[in-house]
């Protein structure tokens, strides 16, 4: 089962974007920055109509499919944008072609 079968609410653009960040070390925006840094209420504040409809399968998916240590506070989203890329020393789900999209 692919992640947009598992987390159908969740914007395709914000898996990429979270996609993007575990891979790639870069960042997409402020309110995927406060999901990756478990800042719910500005999250809440920084969410669109449909990041908000989705944000409980948006958490998921940053639980279940990246690397623990590049989320869960500002702290470890901080040492992970200045982490190389493609660290050897973690795998995850993230790290396949992170373009999805719905037919």
Do not use: Q
Request: glycine content about 2%; aromatic content about 10%; proline content about 4%.
């Amino acid at each position: 089962m692919s992640p947009i079968d598992e987390y159908p609410n969740a914007p395709i653009h914000i898996l990429n974007a979270i996609a993007d960040y575990a891979t790639n070390h870069t960042m997409h925006g402020h309110f995927v920055t406060a999901c990756l840094e478990n800042d719910l209420t500005e999250a809440v504040f920084r969410a669109d109509s449909s990041s908000l409809a989705g944000l409980a399968d948006i958490v998921r998916y940053i639980h279940w499919e990246i690397p623990h240590s590049s989320h869960g506070s500002r702290e470890k989203v901080e040492a992970w944008l200045n982490k190389e890329s493609d660290a050897a020393t973690e795998t995850s789900t993230a790290s396949f072609t992170y373009k999805y999209s719905r037919h």
